[in-house]
């Protein structure tokens, strides 16, 4: 390994040491984490997410007991290399990756937020789906919390580590179909309540929306 990089690496196993996870009424939150160096800019079912203070660079740890899932994704985003959705991957560890800073908005936090949500952006996931398919991969998980819209109009996938399994997922062809049959109707508000994207989440990991997305 070369000087900086060598440099880097200490610095980024520094950081992950820094992190402390704390578990709490089935959740995890950080209770404290380096701040000169660190935010926090977001969590998810395996990991929290920091951004890397004066670079564009973000640190992915992956909590307790999903430290293994760090090698996997890894792996993966080396497979990806170079299909443009997908995040480029710097350095890995034990328990953590370091991928590109994305500045945007989740598709969730789209819709919260009442941003846009153009037609091209689903023909763009698309694109990167059947791009990450030709190279062997699966393409799964791939949902609102998944999908970054970034500031300068182009669309990110992250969370890439179910994309090796065998398993069949539905869940983007969904929500293009959900897409389809409700967003794009003029009258279909297009700033909705967090809470209640939070429940349609709900019943749609009970499997209870089907019927109306058939
Ligand atoms: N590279 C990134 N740039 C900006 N935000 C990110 C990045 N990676 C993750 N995030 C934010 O952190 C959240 C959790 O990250 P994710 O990789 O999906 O973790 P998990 O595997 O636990 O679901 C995402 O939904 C997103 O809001
Ligand atoms: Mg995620």
Not at 28 to 46: C, E, T
Not at 82 to 93: H, K, N, R, T, V
Request: contains cysteine; aromatic residues 12%.
């Amino acid at each position: 390994m070369k000087g900086t990089a060598c440099k880097e690496k200490t610095l980024y196993e520094h950081l992950v040491q820094s992190v402390v996870f704390k578990h709490y009424n089935k959740e995890v939150h950080v209770q404290s984490f380096d701040k000169a160096y660190l935010s926090i800019i977001g969590s998810g079912r395996s990991a929290y997410v920091f951004k890397l203070e004066g670079t564009n660079k973000a640190l992915k740890i992956f909590y307790p007991p999903y430290e293994h899932l760090a090698k996997k994704e890894a792996g993966i985003y080396d497979l990806l290399k170079g299909i443009p959705s997908f995040p480029e991957l710097y350095d890995s560890g034990e328990n953590y990756i370091i991928i590109d800073f994305i500045e945007g908005h989740t598709i969730f936090e789209c819709l919260v937020k009442g941003i846009h949500i153009n037609e091209s952006v689903l023909e763009e996931v698309d694109r990167n789906i059947e791009a990450a398919r030709q190279r062997g991969l699966n393409p799964s998980d791939i949902h609102l919390h998944n999908i970054l819209l970034t500031t300068d109009g182009s669309v990110k996938i992250i969370d890439v580590v179910r994309f090796d399994q065998i398993k069949h997922c539905t869940q983007w062809e969904d929500l293009k179909k959900g897409y389809h049959k409700f967003y794009r109707k003029r009258l279909f508000p297009k700033k909705l309540p967090h809470k209640l994207l939070l429940l349609i989440a709900f019943f749609y990991k009970k499997n209870l929306l089907s019927r109306f997305i058939t």
